[in-house]
C-alpha cells in the first residue's frame, strides 16, 4: 500500500513538473523556430537550430532594458535585506520603548493593498522630482514588510545562547548581529533574497506607473511593449526569445542560493 | 584570589517573583553546586552573576568588586551553556580563540592558551573541525576548552551535562571535576537539577526552591557541604529532594522527649525513638518522623510491612512496602534478591537513623548523625 501511495505520489510530481516546465520548453523551441514555422505549426521541435531571434533582440533595446532590471533588482535586493534583516532582528531581540506597537503597526501596514498607496506613492515620488527615474523603484522597495516578518520570527527561534556567549565574549549587539547571527542566517537571507530579487525582476505595476520614457524600462515593461509591436508581425519567435532570456537570471540567482535555501526548508521541516 | 558575593539578591518578572532574599558567599577555588527543582531560579542566579540579566536588586562582588553594573565580557567570567552555544560557522579554534581575538590578545599568547586548552580537553585532531562535525560530548569539551582559554576568575556551568547520554555524563563530570583541582584558584559555580551531579561534584551545594505564593518564602533552602545535606536536612523540602529515592516521612505525634534514645513517638501502634535534639518540642506536638531508604532495615525488627512493588536496580533492590495503619508507603533498599510481591518483612527503623521534622517543616538536629 505504501509502495502504491509512492508511486501515486512520483507520478503526480512528474505530472506536474511536466505541467510547470511546458510552457517554457515550449518558449525555447519558439524561439529557436522560424516565424514561417511557427505560422505553418504541426512541428515541436525547431527544423534548424536557429539563435537568430536572440541576436535580433539583443541588437535592439532589449540588452538596455535587461541591464535596468538586473541593477534595479540587485540594488533593491542587496537594499532591502539589509534594512528588513536589521530591522526584524531589532524588533525580536532589542528592548526597547514602542517596540510592540512599531511591530504591530506593520502589521496593519501589511494588510493594506499595494493598489490603494499606489497612486499616494505615485504623487510623493513625483513631488520629490524622481519620475521617471530608476530611484523611484529602488526607494519604494527598499523594505519589504512581509520580509521583515520572516526575518524576525526567524530570529526569534533563534538560539539565544550563542548571542549571550558572543556578548560574554566581548561582542556589542551590533557586533554580534554581523560577526555570528548574520553568518548563522545565511539560510533565511538567501531565501529573502530570491523572494525580493524574483519580486522585482518580475514587477510589473511598478515600472509602469514610474518609468516612461523607453530608455529607462524595465524588461517587463520592454517585453510588453515589444510583444505588442511583433504581435502585429506575428513574430512570436522575438517574443519567446525575450521571454528565455528574462527568465535566466532569477533561474541562475535561484541556482547560486538553491543550497541556502533547501537548508532553510529543511531546518523549518523539523530537522535539526 | 576570589570570591563571588551576593547580597540580598532579588529578581521579580512582572508580578512573578523569581529570586528573594539570596545572601551567599563563594570562596576562591571553591565548586558550588545550585541545585533545586525545576523554576527555582538556579539558572537565572547564575546568569545574574554572568551579566546576562541585570535586571535584578542587591549586591554582586566578584573578587571584591562590585559587579552590578559592569557589562558581562568585563566580570572576567566565563560560562558553560547547557546547548553549548559553539559559534557553528567557525572552527573549534576560531571558536575558543574568538574571545581572546576579541580581547586584543597577541597570536602568540593566542596560540599558547589554545595548546594548553586543547592539549587539556584533548581536542587537539578536532581544532580545524567545524561543531556540526562533532559528537556532543566533544562539543560540550570545546564549550568547556572556550571557557578556559579566557581564564576567568569565575566559571559558571548551566547544566553543562543534561543534553548527554548517562556514560558521556560521568565521562564529562570526571573531567570537569579533574579540571577544578588542576585550575586551582577560580571559582566555579554550576547549575544542575541532577542531585548525583551536585553531590559528586561540590565543594558546597547551595539547595534553592521555587518561591510560589508565599510572601516570606526565601530562595535559598540550605548551604553546606554535600553530605551536610544528606545527613542533616533543614528542612521537609531538603528531606525530600536530596537523596534517591526520597526520604520516608510519616506523620505521627510526639509522645515523650527525654527517654534515652532520643524522643519517643507512634507509629503502627509501636512506641518508636529518634535520636534528635528535643529543644523546643512538647508532648503532643505533630511532627513529621523521615527515614532515607537506605537506613530502613528490612530483615529484623518489631514493624511489619509487605512489599508491593520491586524496583531491581542490580546491586540492589529498592522495595515499596506498605505498612498496615500507616498511610504512604515505605521504600527500603536491600541486596535481597529472594523476596516478591506480596511476602511480609520484619521492619526496622533504628533511632539514628530517623529525622524529625516540626510542624513548619523545620528539622530538629540530629544528635548521632554521622556527618562528613
Not at chain 2, 222 to 231: D, I, K, N, S
Not at chain 2, 278 to 297: D, F, N
Request: proline share 4%; aromatic share 8%; hydrophobic share 50%.
Amino acid at each position: 500500500m505504501s509502495r502504491l501511495l509512492t508511486y501515486l505520489l512520483h507520478g503526480f510530481l512528474l505530472g506536474y513538473a511536466l505541467l510547470t516546465l511546458t510552457p517554457f520548453v515550449w518558449a525555447v523551441l519558439s524561439s529557436m523556430k522560424s516565424v514561417q514555422e511557427i505560422a505553418v505549426g504541426g512541428r515541436i521541435l525547431p527544423l534548424a537550430l536557429d539563435f537568430g531571434a536572440y541576436r535580433q533582440i539583443l541588437q535592439g533595446d532589449f540588452g538596455r532594458w535587461f541591464f535596468n532590471s538586473l541593477s534595479v533588482a540587485l540594488t533593491v535586493t542587496i537594499s532591502s535585506v539589509f534594512s528588513n534583516t536589521l530591522a526584524a532582528y531589532a524588533l525580536a531581540r532589542l528592548r526597547f520603548r514602542g517596540g510592540a506597537a512599531l511591530f504591530q503597526t506593520l502589521l496593519i501596514i501589511i494588510m493594506v493593498p499595494s493598489q490603494v498607496t499606489m497612486i499616494p506613492a505615485y504623487l510623493v515620488v513625483a513631488r520629490l522630482g524622481l519620475a521617471d527615474t530608476h530611484l523611484a523603484l529602488i526607494l519604494t522597495s527598499l523594505v519589504s514588510i512581509s520580509a521583515i516578518f520572516m526575518m524576525r520570527q526567524f530570529f526569534i527561534n533563534f538560539r539565544a545562547e550563542v548571542e549571550e556567549a558572543a556578548k560574554l565574549d566581548g561582542c556589542s549587539a551590533l557586533t554580534t548581529f554581523v560577526r555570528i547571527v548574520l553568518p548563522m542566517a545565511l539560510p533565511a537571507l538567501a531565501t529573502q533574497a530570491i523572494f525580493i530579487f524574483m519580486g522585482v525582476w518580475n514587477e510589473f505595476m511598478k515600472p509602469l506607473l514610474y518609468i516612461s520614457s523607453v530608455d529607462n524600462y524595465l524588461l517587463t515593461q520592454g517585453l510588453n511593449a515589444a510583444a505588442k509591436q511583433y504581435e502585429k508581425s506575428a513574430a512570436w519567435n522575438l517574443i519567446m526569445a525575450g521571454s528565455v532570456v528574462s527568465v535566466l537570471p532569477i533561474l541562475l540567482v535561484y541556482l547560486g542560493l538553491n543550497r541556502f535555501f533547501l537548508k532553510l526548508n529543511d531546518q523549518t521541516g523539523g530537522g535539526k | 584570589m576570589t570570591a563571588v558575593v551576593l547580597k540580598d539578591m532579588a529578581l521579580t518578572r512582572g508580578t512573578t517573583p523569581i529570586l528573594r532574599g539570596v545572601n551567599l558567599r563563594v570562596e576562591p577555588g571553591e565548586f558550588c553546586v545550585f541545585v533545586g527543582p525545576s523554576g527555582c531560579g538556579k539558572s537565572t542566579l547564575l546568569r545574574l552573576i554572568a551579566g546576562l540579566d541585570e535586571d535584578a536588586s542587591g549586591e554582586l562582588f566578584i573578587d571584591g568588586a562590585a559587579v552590578n553594573n559592569t557589562p558581562a565580557a568585563k566580570r572576567n567570567v566565563a560560562m558553560v551553556f547547557q546547548g553549548y552555544a559553539l559559534y557553528p560557522h567557525m572552527t573549534v579554534e576560531a571558536n575558543m580563540a574568538f574571545a581572546l581575538r576579541r580581547a586584543g590578545m597577541g597570536k602568540a599568547e593566542i596560540a599558547a592558551r589554545l595548546r594548553e586548552a586543547a592539549r587539556a580537553l584533548h581536542l587537539e585532531e578536532f581544532l580545524q573541525r567545524k561543531p556540526a562535525m562533532l559528537s556532543g560530548g566533544q562539543r560540550q569539551r570545546v564549550a568547556i576548552a572556550r571557557a578556559i582559554v579566557k581564564k576567568p576568575k569565575v566559571f559558571l556551568f548551566d547544566e553543562p551535562l543534561s543534553n548527554l547520554d548517562a556514560s558521556l555524563r560521568v565521562e564529562t563530570r570526571i573531567e570537569i571535576a579533574r579540571l577544578h583541582r588542576q585550575l586551582g584558584s577560580a571559582s566555579m559555580l554550576y547549575v544542575t537539577h541532577d542531585q548525583v551531579e551536585a553531590m559528586t561534584l561540590a565543594d558546597k551545594i547551595v539547595l534553592l526552591q521555587p518561591l510560589g505564593q508565599d510572601p516570606l518564602a526565601q530562595s535559598i533552602v540550605q548551604v553546606g557541604r554535600p553530605m551536610e545535606l544528606y545527613h542533616q536536612p533543614a528542612n521537609l523540602f531538603a528531606a525530600r529532594f536530596i537523596g534517591t529515592p526520597a526520604m520516608n516521612l510519616f506523620e505521627t505525634r510526639v509522645l515523650a522527649l527525654d527517654e534515652p534514645e532520643g524522643v519517643a513517638f507512634e507509629l503502627q501502634g509501636q512506641r518508636l525513638h529518634a535520636a534528635v535534639d528535643p529543644a523546643g518540642l512538647s508532648v503532643g506536638e505533630p511532627v513529621t518522623v523521615g527515614i532515607r531508604p537506605e537506613h530502613v532495615l528490612a530483615y529484623q525488627g518489631g514493624l511489619g510491612a509487605t512489599v508491593t512493588h520491586i524496583e531491581a536496580l542490580g546491586e540492589l533492590s529498592v522495595l515499596f512496602t506498605q505498612m498496615e495503619g500507616v498511610a504512604g508507603p515505605l521504600l527500603a533498599k536491600t541486596t535481597r534478591e529472594d523476596l516478591r510481591v506480596g511476602d511480609s518483612l520484619p521492619v526496622h527503623l533504628p533511632s539514628q537513623a530517623l529525622h524529625l521534622f516540626r510542624g513548619d517543616g523545620r528539622a530538629q538536629r540530629r544528635l548521632r548523625a554521622r556527618t562528613v
